[in-house]
């Protein structure tokens, strides 16, 4: 579901199926990042964001945190490697060259790593005293294997003593879209090594944070409901993720769409919508 929901895989020829990127990317902003909303504000509260924070957003995608963290008076970095597509959509949100009008002047969109923004004693880009991987680990078998080395080339650029903020799907029993994720985890049975449905796992988040050098420092859980306005917005948004490449490369579209929108029924409602229950936890470390 990336860097912000779920990891986004990009096509290689030959291995996974051709789709169009940008309408994946259009698909993702309308329709699925909206989804950890609760969780963005839930931490935004908690950590007093405002005219003081300067923010390091790391797989910012399409801006959406940073959007909703600079309409509250903070400067926002957002840094992204995997999708120009998603990184294009939020430039068109925050920068004010391109239209946007609620990021301040000294708003940045880096393509690349954090190691392309800048180290913290230079002048021109102060340290920053949050950083956020909002994409949640813990879907994926192996999901988190590259945010260790993302928050290690990060922590250089911030304050000590600087939250980090990591996030992660909570629970099985308490996220309906674990039953739909599963679908894409049995459709790709023949290439699982390519990336398996896995349960999250209680300590997820605070093996990542240790890796990585850091202090867990508190945790919560937020409830992050994925409600759509029909079947076809649900099949669009969770497509949007990337999660089932890898089952339509062993399938084909048709049989992904069929089993999927079968996976979706038990959460359609009297009125044609779909409503999943979902529980996220973040997890708050510090910079030693």
Known sequence: MTPTLVRQHRPHTGTTPRVDLCARARDWSEIQERMLVPLY?????????????????????????????????????GVDHRSPERLALARERLLPETGGTRARGDTRLVDGSPGDVGAADDAETPAYNLVTAFEPIGCLAGDSEGLGGLLRAATPLAERGAPVVLAGWGPPERCATSSVLRVAARLADPLRGAGSWRPALRDDLEEVAQRAGLKPDGSGRVSCPFGYTGVDSALRGLLSTGLFDTAITATDQVQVDKELTEALHPYRRGDGTVWMPNVFRYLIARVP
Do not use: F, K
């Not at 924070?53 to 903070?74: E, F, I, Q, V």
């Open 41 to 77: 504000e839930a931490v935004y509260e908690r950590l007093e964001v405002g005219s003081g924070t300067r923010l390091l957003g790391l797989g910012c995608g399409s801006g959406l945190a940073l959007l909703m963290a600079a309409s509250r008076g903070a400067a926002v970095t």
